[in-house]
Structure formats: structure tokens, C-alpha cells
T-cell receptor, first 117, second 114 residues
Framework: SQQGEEDPQALSIQEGENATMNCSYK?????LQWYRQNSGRGLVHLIL?????REKHSGRLRVTLDTSKKSSSLLITASRAADTASYFC?????????????????FGQGTILTVHP | GAGVSQSPSNKVTEKGKDVELRCDPI?????LYWYRQSLGQGLEFLIY????????KSGLPSDRFSAERTGGSVSTLTIQRTQQEDSAVYLC????????????FGPGTRLLVL
């Protein structure tokens, strides 16, 4: 089964509104990342939050991480039509002997965001 | 310089044929990953390379799937005796650092097995 589960599966909003997407996971993680995908092709990295961080900002993006609830949220403020895409959370729970991670990502099913002009 | 590139962009093949998918990572990136995205399974990890070795190939679905990386750069994913369920988009990503590293994805190869 998928490590990450996202909700909502689809979100439709008007330009200028905020969009919030949530991700829940099941096991301890090294870090959690959010990616964006347009038209079912390459993914673009948006933001990475480490397991010891609680909140991170990047431009109009704000990510929170609650390790006690095993959940994360991505907030896009003042959305634009160009933000229309699929958004995925991905957890890194890879572990090599010696205790280092190696970036193996487990993805959620994604949220399809549509921003209407 | 350029980002991760993959070829071909699209591949249509007949069931039972072999296919090779190529990934050119960003120059200097030592970590390379293959993922597969299909309607039924979402995005799945296939294999991880550090340099030319593959410490984790646990995501390869069957022994029909293999991958190699040469010169710490280009990687090839080979699928032998393709089946219809192999139809998917195959994505390659590379990263400068294996730990806490941003992964840069290529545009993917869309494979259709008839």
C-alpha cells in the first residue's frame, strides 16, 4: 500500500484563493518532499522539510509537518491559473547500513489542483 | 547545464519485444533513480544507483526488468519480453547528494505495450 495518502484527491478553486493539500503517512521518515507535475510528465521539486522541522516557506508555498500525527500540509497562497497541476507528497524513509538515507521516495496518490481564472 | 533527459519520449512496442529506455542525468549527480508511474499503481520506486552500483533494486517488478549505469552517468532500463501491464510512464531522477537531496526529474518515457 502507498506510504502517503493525500486529500483531497481533487481541488477546484478560483484564482486568488488559497489551496491546502494534506498528506498522511504511516512510518517514521527522514524527510518529506512535495512535488508538482504538469500534464502527467516530469515532476518538479517544490520543497523539502526534514523530520526535525515543523514549518517551511518558499515563496507562496508553506509546508507544515506534524510527526506526531504523521501528516503534512501544503498551502499555496494567492493561487494562479498557472498553479493548475497535480501535487504529490513523497516521503524518504530509505536507510543504508550506517544510518544514512539515500533518497528513495515513496509517493502519495496526489491531489489534482485546478485554479480557475 | 541541462536538466535530466530521457529517450525516447514515447515508445510503442508489441507484447513480447524488448525495450531500452535511456536516462542522462545532470552532470555530476552521483545518485540516480528510476520510478514508474501508472494509472493503477501511482508513482513507484524501481531502482537506485550510487555511481555505477545499485544498492537498492527492490522496486524492480520482475526479472524481466534490469538496469545499468555506466561511467557514473547514463543509465539504461531494459524491459525484456514486454507485457501489457508494463505500459506506464518511466521517470528518471538524479540528485547531487543522496541524503536530503533534491531530486531532479526527467520528462519521462511513455511506454505503450500493445
Amino acid at each position: 500500500s502507498q506510504q502517503g495518502e493525500e486529500d483531497p484527491q481533487a481541488l477546484s478553486i478560483q484564482e486568488g484563493e488559497n489551496a491546502t493539500m494534506n498528506c498522511s503517512y504511516k512510518t517514521s521518515i527522514n524527510n518529506l518532499q512535495w512535488y508538482r507535475q504538469n500534464s502527467g510528465r516530469g515532476l518538479v521539486h517544490l520543497i523539502l522539510i526534514r523530520s526535525n522541522e515543523r514549518e517551511k516557506h518558499s515563496g507562496r508555498l508553506r509546508v507544515t509537518l506534524d510527526t506526531s500525527k504523521k501528516s503534512s500540509s501544503l498551502l499555496i497562497t494567492a493561487s494562479r491559473a498557472a498553479d493548475t497541476a497535480s501535487y504529490f507528497c513523497a516521503t524518504d524513509l530509505s536507510l543504508l547500513a550506517g544510518g544514512t538515507s539515500y533518497g528513495k521516495l515513496t509517493f502519495g496518490q496526489g491531489t489534482i489542483l485546478t485554479v480557475h481564472p | 547545464g541541462a536538466g535530466v533527459s530521457q529517450s525516447p519520449s514515447n515508445k510503442v512496442t508489441e507484447k513480447g519485444k524488448d525495450v531500452e529506455l535511456r536516462c542522462d542525468p545532470i552532470s555530476g549527480h552521483t545518485a540516480l533513480y528510476w520510478y514508474r508511474q501508472s494509472l493503477g499503481q501511482g508513482l513507484e520506486f524501481l531502482i537506485y544507483f550510487q555511481g555505477n552500483s545499485a544498492p537498492d533494486k527492490s522496486g524492480l517488478p520482475s526479472d524481466r526488468f534490469s538496469a545499468e549505469r555506466t561511467g557514473g552517468s547514463v543509465s539504461t532500463l531494459t524491459i525484456q519480453r514486454t507485457q501489457q501491464e508494463d505500459s506506464a510512464v518511466y521517470l528518471c531522477a538524479s540528485s547531487l547528494f543522496r541524503e536530503l537531496g533534491t531530486q531532479y526529474f526527467g520528462p519521462g518515457t511513455r511506454l505503450l505495450v500493445l
